[in-house]
């Protein structure tokens, strides 16, 4: 088979990392017989620096020509006073919107090798991580109304939360169709204590749920959720949320699990098109230091092969690839802890990786 793959490798550490994905999709398309043929795109900073905008047009029509998206990271100080409409992020969500991705899917995984990295107490660590994060990604407080103005108290801002039923039961789809296939639990977090959308969600969720009567369904209010991730995050096999709650659970998720240079994410439509990334940021710190640690990214390109190609073989290849050369000791400088071995550089990850092949 033969997929063509647009890469934005972005800013920082972006162009390391892609580089990574792409020699572990080579020597995987070499194993079993597929082509990939990678189109770079412009898109966050390094696009501001040779058009003037964030994401130019043809980026966006290459994107919508491809097969799937490849994303390293973009942004950085370098850009951080540009005016909003200017900033790399909103190539970001730019290419969401014209993708018309949907549905952000985090995994949170904590490796065996790697339960001394977690942050947790060990007797919470070795209970295992192993959870989803399906969170809504082109509606709510993101995307509604906003502005400023006088108000009772003075200048005041204001910031919009707004679902649609369509909305909420897509995304809710998703997440029961992905608990079919993992433990068939599936935890729906909002807060229908004090807010009107939450209500509505959670309405539309126990609607949905009937049409899975084997998937565990609950719901749970998003303070209660922060906790419960820290006390007892063994609990959760499938998470589904709001654009914004998502977005801060999201992150406490991955960092229980030792280190975000570990972890993909995949951002889906209607459609077998879609855009993966790791989940940290560009780094500009390390940046072309070649220390950055490349298996979130390399991840993410499995997760493309699960989930735009359906190559599942393909990706399971790459994921215990992963876990062996964690398990052999293997580490880069993120999650070295009070190792004495010497850490390895990006390619010298990305190469053990690639004998593990």
């Known amino acids: 088979m033969n997929y063509k793959i647009a890469l934005v490798r972005g800013d920082g550490i972006g162009p390391e990392i892609i580089d990574s994905a792409v020699k572990v999709l080579d020597r995987i398309g070499k194993k079993f017989g597929h082509q990939f043929m990678y189109t770079d795109v412009l898109a966050g900073g390094c696009a501001i620096d040779a058009t003037g905008e964030p994401l130019p047009e043809q980026s966006v029509e290459t994107c919508l020509k491809s ?31 014209a993708m018309k991705l949907y549905a952000n899917i985090r995994p949170a995984v904590l490796y065996d090798a790697l339960v001394s990295e977690c942050p947790l107490r060990t007797s919470i660590a070795k209970e295992g991580i192993d959870l989803i994060v399906v969170r809504e990604l082109t509606g709510g407080i993101y995307y509604g109304e906003r502005g400023r103005g006088e108000g009772p108290m003075g200048r005041d801002a204001f910031d919009t939360e707004r679902y649609s039923v369509t909305e909420i039961e897509r995304i809710g789809r998703i997440a029961f169709e992905m608990a079919m296939k993992r433990r068939k639990k599936l935890t729906s977090i909002d807060k229908a204590n004090v807010l009107e959308s939450s209500r509505l969600w959670r309405e539309t969720m126990h609607e949905l749920k009937k049409e899975y009567p084997e998937v ?24 589904v949320t709001s654009n914004m709650f998502g977005d801060i659970l999201s992150d406490e998720a991955s960092m229980i699990t030792g280190s ?8 889906l439509g209607a459609s077998k098109l879609g855009m993966y990334e790791p989940i940290h940021g560009s780094a500009p710190d390390i940046a072309g230091k070649g220390i950055a640690n490349p298996i979130a990214t390399i991840l993410s390109a499995a997760m493309m092969l699960r989930f735009s190609f359906d190559l599942e073989a393909e990706a399971k290849c790459i994921d215990d690839a992963v876990s062996e050369v964690l398990r052999s000791g293997a580490r880069t400088a993120d999650i070295m802890g009070d190792s004495k071995a010497k850490a390895l550089s990006t390619d010298e990850m990305t190469a053990l990786i690639l004998n593990r092949l």
């Open 216 to 239: 565990e369904y609950s719901d749970m209010l998003v303070d209660n959720a922060a906790m419960q991730l820290v006390r007892r995050p063994s609990q959760f096999d499938v998470v």
């Open 260 to 267: 975000i240079g570990l972890l993909p994410s995949a951002s």
């Open 67 to 97: 097969d799937s998206v490849m994303l390293g990271a973009v942004g950085g100080p370098k850009w951080d006073t540009l005016p909003g409409h200017l900033r790399p992020e909103r190539a970001l969500l730019g290419l969401r919107s």
